[in-house]
């Protein structure tokens, strides 16, 4: 079975390795020094990188407002539902907010409206 991590943690760490990458690209940009339009690229890419991921954040931000709070009925603890489908921050219980889903295997295509309505 494939392993899930909840929704809002995906894209977090999403987040956090455009931040890593764009110091990576733009640390390379310094072998480039040479040229002038090379070390140009490589720190606007990185620094494009970087403000992407602050793009993200704000969406994470925007994202968490639009979740349902509720208490996860495996480990007790309150947890955080993004969909229609997601999966416990703490235990990785599926949950879901559909009761025509209950019961059913946790699928993450049941976020997607396509899938829902064929
Ligand atoms: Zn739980």
Not at 60 to 75: A, E, H
């Amino acid at each position: 079975m494939a392993k899930y991590s909840s929704k809002i943690n995906k894209i977090r760490t999403f987040a956090l390795s455009l931040v890593f990458i764009g110091f990576i690209v733009m640390y390379l940009g310094i072998f480039f020094r040479q040229s002038a339009i090379l070390m140009t690229i490589f720190m606007l890419l990185g620094l494009l990188s970087i403000i992407a991921s602050t793009v993200v954040y704000f969406w994470i931000g925007m994202l968490s407002t639009r979740t349902v709070q509720v208490k996860c009925p495996n480990c007790e603890k309150p947890t955080k539902i993004l969909g229609r489908v997601d999966i416990c921050m703490h235990c990785n219980e599926p949950l879901t907010l559909d009761p025509n889903l209950e019961g059913v295997d946790f699928d993450e295509k049941y976020n997607s409206k396509k899938n829902v309505e064929s």
